[in-house]
């Protein structure tokens, strides 16, 4: 069976412990590689070597990281194929979803920094008859990156590529259950010149190799994006050593529709922002509000449309829908349902596993999921599940609608649907979350802020966000 390694100093390693973990296909729910199993002495050897070469690292010229980076980005473009192939049998989603989303976005994410980091600019203040500030930004010195495993490669790479075109050396952990393309990576940043030991990947539990990274004294920063518990135990671990934190955390995003909205369009677009990545995408809404005089014709329609989603194994072209990523998030989904109609809701479809023909008779597959008739304060309203469950609930006014959308904890992203521009503005202000979409769904400019407010987050991703926080300001005044 295929054996993982680290990626250390620029090579391929075992873990020093020799311990190896299962790493399981989501569409056969079967084991096909074995990941290392890392620990403590693993991040020393890796910080040891992000040390070594931060001062090479970090006294290049801006110009040439960025072409090394622009070499990493068009690396992984070269070997879009097996990237796509590996993603999607890591994840278990469609392997047309990994074709047009997830491994492309990883080489935009790259490409993005890369030229980014030569626009970077810093400020300077003038004080009239005084002197002059000028600001310099400098990069932090080693930082941890660590990722979940919904988008693998497109969210490890959304950190590691701002750390490192700002001049930074990153010790980074892709999430154990998705470990694949982060493994791929170390060799195509070799390719691509990167001196060794400025990327060092891990692989790993979170709560072994995870933590170790997050309490090295020498790990000057963290980004983390993953769930709120676990972020919150990071936040409290790190802030005592007063690291730098960027936390993108869970959501429970409201899909906010009014009776103006261009139907079709929304319907379509409400498809994908409920069961994309089998629901799986922090940005997903998974709580649909609909204005009470269209109430009805939504719900036929909706539902009609999500009882035909095609779910299958994630190599047929049809497949709307593959495997959710591991057989105990299948389980933890399904007892959402439970909770659900022990809450009073109605399954209006969905709701259960779908068992496919060998040899994917064991994947973790779920039918798309639509329920009604729950208050808006249960706990199936209130939490998180991360899977292809929406619940849908009418609302008569704007006030009403606000007021159901801003009760969770969460607020990472919200969808407002309107043709009235001044109430979508209007809404838009009122929403507590970091992102709105309005008429639309996960349309992405990655210059724009990206994060969450309350249990969604702490700091923002994305364009001069990410660059100021992989740098550290420093203010220089000079007298007249
Ligand atoms: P987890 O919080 O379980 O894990 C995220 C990463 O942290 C994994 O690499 C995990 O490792 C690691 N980890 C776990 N425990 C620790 C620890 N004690 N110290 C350091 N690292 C640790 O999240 P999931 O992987 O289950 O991802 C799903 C969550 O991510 C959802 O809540 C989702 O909303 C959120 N998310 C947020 C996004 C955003 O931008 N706001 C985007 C995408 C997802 P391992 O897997 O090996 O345990």
């Given at each position: 069976?295929?054996?993982?390694?680290?990626?250390?100093?620029?090579?391929?390693?075992?873990?020093?412990?020799?311990?190896?973990?299962?790493?399981?296909?989501?569409?056969?729910?079967?084991v096909?590689?074995?990941?290392?199993?890392?620990?403590?002495?693993?991040?020393?050897l890796?910080?040891?070597?992000a040390?070594?070469?931060?001062?090479?690292?970090?006294?290049?010229?801006?110009?040439?990281?960025?072409?090394?980076?622009v070499?990493?980005?068009?690396?992984?473009?070269?070997?879009?194929?097996?990237?796509?192939a590996?993603e999607?049998?890591?994840?278990?989603?469609?392997?047309?979803?990994?074709?047009?989303?997830?491994?492309?976005?990883?080489?935009?994410?790259?490409?993005?920094?890369?030229?980014?980091?030569?626009?970077?600019?810093?400020?300077?203040?003038?004080?009239?008859?005084?002197?002059?500030?000028?600001?310099?930004?400098?990069p932090?010195?080693?930082?941890?990156?660590?990722?979940?495993?919904?988008?693998?490669?497109?969210?490890?790479?959304?950190?590691?590529?701002?750390?490192?075109?700002?001049?930074?050396?990153?010790?980074?952990?892709?999430?154990?259950?998705?470990?694949?393309?982060?493994?791929?990576?170390?060799?195509?940043?070799?390719?691509?010149?990167?001196?060794?030991?400025?990327l060092?990947?891990?692989?790993?539990?979170?709560?072994?190799?995870?933590?170790?990274?997050?309490?090295?004294?020498?790990?000057?920063?963290?980004?983390?994006?993953?769930?709120?518990?676990?972020?919150?135990?990071?936040?409290?671990?790190a802030?005592p050593?007063?690291?730098?934190?960027?936390?993108?955390?869970?959501g429970?995003?409201?899909?906010?529709?009014?009776?103006?909205?261009?139907?079709?369009?929304?319907?379509?677009?409400?498809?994908?922002?409920?069961?994309?990545?089998?629901?799986?995408?922090?940005?997903?809404?998974?709580?649909?509000?609909?204005?009470?005089?269209?109430?009805?014709?939504?719900?036929?329609?909706?539902?009609?449309?999500?009882?035909k989603?095609?779910v299958?194994?994630?190599?047929?072209?049809?497949?709307?829908?593959?495997?959710?990523?591991?057989?105990?998030?299948?389980?933890?989904?399904?007892?959402?349902?439970?909770?659900?109609?022990?809450?009073?809701?109605?399954?209006?479809?969905?709701?259960?596993?779908?068992?496919?023909?060998?040899?994917?008779?064991?994947?973790?597959?779920?039918?798309?999921t639509?329920?009604?008739?729950?208050?808006?304060?249960?706990?199936?309203?209130?939490?998180?599940?991360?899977?292809?469950?929406?619940?849908?609930?009418?609302?008569?006014?704007?006030?009403?609608?606000?007021?159901?959308?801003?009760?969770t904890?969460y607020?990472?992203?919200?969808?407002?649907?309107?043709?009235?521009?001044?109430?979508?503005?209007?809404?838009?202000?009122?929403?507590?979350?970091?992102?709105?979409?309005?008429?639309?769904?996960l349309?992405?400019?990655?210059?724009?802020?990206?994060?969450?407010?309350?249990?969604?987050?702490?700091?923002?991703?994305?364009?001069?966000?990410?660059?100021r926080?992989?740098?550290?300001?420093?203010?220089?005044?000079v007298?007249y």
């Open positions: 069976m295929e054996k993982l390694q680290n990626f250390i100093n620029g090579k391929y390693c075992e873990p020093i412990g020799g311990q190896y973990i299962d790493n399981y296909e989501p569409a056969t729910g079967k096909y590689s074995l990941i290392p199993n890392s620990d403590e002495r693993d991040v020393e890796a910080v040891q070597a040390e070594k070469a931060f001062p090479i690292w970090s006294g290049m010229s801006v110009e040439e990281r960025s072409e090394i980076l070499r990493l980005s068009e690396g992984i473009e070269k070997r879009m194929d097996e990237f796509v590996a999607s049998k890591d994840n278990g989603k469609p392997l047309s979803l990994a074709a047009h989303v997830d491994i492309p976005r990883a080489v935009s994410n790259f490409h993005f920094f890369a030229t980014g980091i030569i626009h970077f600019s810093s400020e300077s203040h003038y004080m009239e008859g005084v002197g002059v500030n000028y600001t310099i930004r400098k932090i010195g080693i930082v941890g990156c660590i990722s979940p495993w919904n988008l693998p490669l497109y969210l490890f790479s959304w950190k590691i590529a701002p750390a490192l075109a700002a001049g930074n050396c990153v010790v980074a952990k892709p999430s154990e259950i998705t470990p694949y393309t982060a493994y791929l990576l170390g060799q195509v940043a070799k390719d691509a010149g990167m001196p060794d030991g400025v060092n990947i891990l692989h790993g539990l979170g709560g072994s190799v995870g933590d170790a990274i997050v309490k090295h004294p020498k790990i000057k920063a963290i980004s983390f994006t993953g769930g709120t518990k676990t972020g919150e135990y990071i936040a409290r671990t802030a050593m007063f690291k730098k934190l960027s936390l993108e955390l869970g429970k995003n409201p899909n906010i529709i009014f009776a103006d909205c261009d139907f079709d369009d929304m319907l379509s677009t409400t498809l994908r922002s409920s069961f994309a990545n089998q629901g799986q995408i922090c940005l997903c809404g998974s709580r649909i509000f609909i204005e009470r005089t269209i109430y009805d014709k939504f719900k036929t329609a909706f539902v009609d449309k999500v009882s989603t095609i299958s194994n994630p190599e047929d072209p049809k497949a709307k829908l593959g495997a959710v990523v591991s057989q105990s998030h299948m389980e933890k989904v399904l007892s959402y349902v439970d909770l659900a109609i022990t809450e009073g809701g109605k399954v209006l479809t969905g709701g259960e596993r779908v068992i496919l023909d060998a040899p994917y008779e064991n994947g973790y597959y779920l039918r798309p639509v329920i009604e008739g729950l208050a808006y304060d249960c706990r199936t309203n209130q939490e998180e599940i991360f899977g292809p469950v929406v619940t849908i609930t009418p609302f008569d006014t704007e006030e009403e609608v606000l007021m159901m959308a801003n009760s904890q607020g990472l992203a919200a969808t407002l649907w309107t043709s009235d521009l001044k109430r979508a503005h209007r809404m838009a202000d009122k929403i507590d979350s970091g992102i709105v979409w309005i008429n639309s769904w349309v992405r400019d990655l210059r724009t802020p990206f994060g969450g407010v309350k249990a969604s987050g702490v700091g923002r991703e994305g364009g001069l966000e990410a660059l926080f992989f740098t550290e300001p420093k203010n220089v005044f007298k």
